[in-house]
């Protein structure tokens, strides 16, 4: 499959209570992944202008490992994809076009199942030949597996209608019985100038592009909350359940696999806050010139000390 897919290991603090004092409380120095031997030395940073820095967790967990899940100390090793689905229309490639990378997808997300790895991961950016409509792919993938996670990485929430993607991504759950890991952001670099307005959105007179992704956001959380809020017709075409209606179909436990892909300190605390996990990156804003490794561990502090019980996803993915 050649539609630039990156195969990696997600490094997570999930909450686990065999581990007592360290559940919620994992840590992403270099030193941690290097001093183990199944594990082996993570590779320096090469790119976007890092050379020579010190190794950190979002590139170590670009290797793959044979056995998934598995614990260094207070780290979590999930092996995972995540795949950008970029097509071209050149006679070497083998993705040529959005149904090649569509169906290319599905049949990939079967056979890292069927491998033993523990989740398919998909990336979102409007106006690209590339992967830009997640739920119908992620409907597709959750009705053709049975155990994997199956997730975004991220979607821009400046884009979204929050109450179109809270229906949308309650039914995609619902047919993947639940194992829907939903990663969401303010977005990245855009292949046009502002794009979305061209989807109908605009910040609000006291808001930024950015506050306006975080507002969708958080209407986002509440409408997955699943409690009532529309006052029904009186004569409606089909008989309504007592009081206020929540938007269909619900899937219960939805709201507490949202991951917000953060990269500054601020967003993390706001995301712990608001009782999210969080997803960091290489795209980590330099906020103190320290190594990648010491600010993303400092950023998940943050999030630890927010909310006992949220999680952090470390991989190479594009967030702000």
Same mark, same amino acid.
């Given at each position: &499959?050649?539609?630039? @897919?990156? +195969?990696?290991?997600?490094?997570?603090?999930?909450? *686990?209570?065999?581990?007592? =004092?360290?559940? /919620?409380?994992?840590?992403?120095? /270099?030193?941690? @992944?290097?001093?183990?031997?199944? @594990?082996?030395? %993570?590779?320096?940073?090469?790119?976007?202008?890092?050379?020579?820095?010190?190794?950190?967790?979002?590139?170590?967990?670009?290797?793959?490992?044979?056995?998934?899940?598995? @614990?260094?100390?207070?780290?979590?090793?999930? =092996?995972?994809?995540?795949?950008?689905?970029?097509?071209?229309?050149?006679? $070497?490639?083998?993705?040529?076009?959005?149904? !090649?990378?569509?169906?290319?997808?599905?049949?990939? +997300?079967?056979?890292?199942?069927?491998?033993?790895?523990?989740?398919?991961?998909?990336?979102?950016?409007?106006?690209? $030949?590339?992967?830009?409509?997640?739920?119908?792919?992620?409907?597709?993938?959750?009705?053709?597996?049975?155990?994997?996670?199956?997730?975004? /990485?991220? *979607?821009?929430?400046?884009?979204?209608?929050?109450?179109?993607?809270?229906?949308?991504?309650?039914?995609? !759950?619902?047919?993947?019985?639940? #194992?829907?890991?939903?990663?969401?952001?303010?977005?990245?670099?855009?292949?046009?100038?502002?794009?979305?307005?061209?989807?109908?959105?605009?910040?609000?007179?006291?808001?930024?592009?950015?506050? &306006?992704?975080?507002?969708?956001?958080?209407?986002?959380?509440?409408?997955? #909350?699943?409690?009532?809020?529309?006052?029904?017709?009186?004569?409606?075409?089909?008989?309504?359940?007592?009081?206020?209606?929540?938007?269909?179909?619900?899937?219960?436990?939805?709201?507490?696999?949202?991951?917000?892909?953060?990269?500054?300190? %601020?967003?993390?605390?706001?995301? %712990?806050?608001?009782?999210?996990? &969080?997803?960091?990156?290489?795209?980590?804003? !330099?906020?103190?010139?320290?190594?990648?490794?010491?600010? $993303?561990?400092?950023?998940?502090?943050?999030?630890?000390?927010?909310?006992?019980?949220?999680?952090? $996803?470390?991989?190479? %993915?594009?967030?702000?």
């Amino acid at each position: &499959m050649l539609n630039r @897919l990156a +195969a990696y290991c997600s490094i997570r603090t999930d909450r *686990i209570d065999a581990l007592g =004092e360290n559940r /919620a409380h994992g840590t992403f120095k /270099a030193t941690s @992944l290097k001093s183990s031997p199944k @594990l082996g030395t %993570a590779p320096t940073v090469s790119d976007g202008g890092t050379a020579g820095r010190e190794p950190s967790a979002s590139v170590a967990t670009q290797r793959t490992h044979t056995k998934p899940c598995r @614990l260094y100390g207070k780290l979590i090793l999930h =092996e995972e994809f995540l795949s950008f689905g970029r097509w071209t229309p050149s006679p $070497q490639s083998q993705a040529r076009s959005a149904a !090649d990378v569509l169906l290319q997808s599905i049949d990939l +997300a079967v056979e890292v199942e069927r491998l033993g790895m523990d989740g398919a991961y998909f990336r979102v950016h409007h106006f690209a $030949q590339q992967l830009v409509s997640p739920f119908p792919l992620l409907a597709a993938v959750g009705a053709k597996t049975r155990k994997i996670e199956i997730g975004t /990485a991220v *979607i821009d929430m400046r884009y979204e209608n929050p109450h179109y993607m809270a229906e949308d991504a309650g039914a995609a !759950d619902l047919i993947a019985g639940g #194992r829907l890991q939903l990663g969401i952001s303010r977005g990245s670099r855009e292949q046009v100038i502002d794009g979305w307005r061209y989807f109908g959105y605009r910040p609000l007179e006291s808001e930024d592009d950015a506050e &306006m992704g975080r507002r969708h956001a958080e209407e986002l959380l509440e409408l997955l #909350r699943g409690k009532g809020f529309a006052k029904p017709h009186p004569r409606p075409m089909f008989p309504n359940p007592p009081g206020l209606l929540r938007l269909e179909p619900y899937s219960e436990g939805l709201h507490d696999r949202i991951w917000w892909g953060s990269a500054s300190n %601020a967003t993390a605390a706001w995301a %712990a806050k608001l009782g999210m996990n &969080m997803q960091t990156s290489t795209l980590k804003f !330099d906020e103190t010139g320290e190594p990648l490794h010491v600010q $993303q561990s400092a950023q998940n502090s943050r999030l630890s000390r927010r909310l006992e019980g949220s999680r952090t $996803q470390a991989h190479s %993915a594009y967030f702000r």
